[in-house]
């Protein structure tokens, strides 16, 4: 089974920056998509951003466009997710997620990480 598990999360004040790493186990990871999900309290987890297998094409949600930037190291089997002008609304668990392809829904993806949080201070 491919194992991801994340880090970088914490606490930041308003217009600050973090760097989210997702460290993936498995022999396939550079043929898959990879992805970032959040979910805040009360809240579905939601759509952040996606990239490729060769790390050649992303796409983001517009509430992080401009913001975020996802990339991914193939030879470390790991993905990103930098994050600057973090905003109190992107408070939420942060989680990496494995699939097939670019798609910006939970049902893309066969494999999740456990999420770290991200608390954004006003």
């Known amino acids: 089974q491919v194992q991801l598990v994340e880090s970088g999360g914490g606490l930041v004040q308003a217009g600050g920056s973090l760097r989210l790493s997702c460290a993936a186990s498995?022999?396939?990871?550079?043929?898959?998509?990879m992805g970032w999900f959040r979910q805040a309290p009360g809240k579905e987890r939601e759509f952040i951003a996606t990239i490729n297998w060769s790390g050649g094409y992303a796409f983001y949600a517009h509430s992080v466009k401009g913001r975020f930037t996802i990339s991914r190291d193939n030879a470390k089997k790991t993905v990103y997710l930098q994050m600057n002008s973090l905003k109190p609304e992107d408070t939420a668990v942060y989680y990496c997620?494995?699939?097939?392809?670019?798609?910006?829904?939970?049902?893309?993806?066969?494999?999740w990480g456990q999420g770290t949080q991200v608390t954004v201070s006003s």
């Open positions: 997620a494995q699939g097939r392809e670019v798609v910006t829904t939970t049902l893309g993806y066969d494999y």
């Open positions: 498995g022999r396939t990871f550079s043929t898959y998509a």
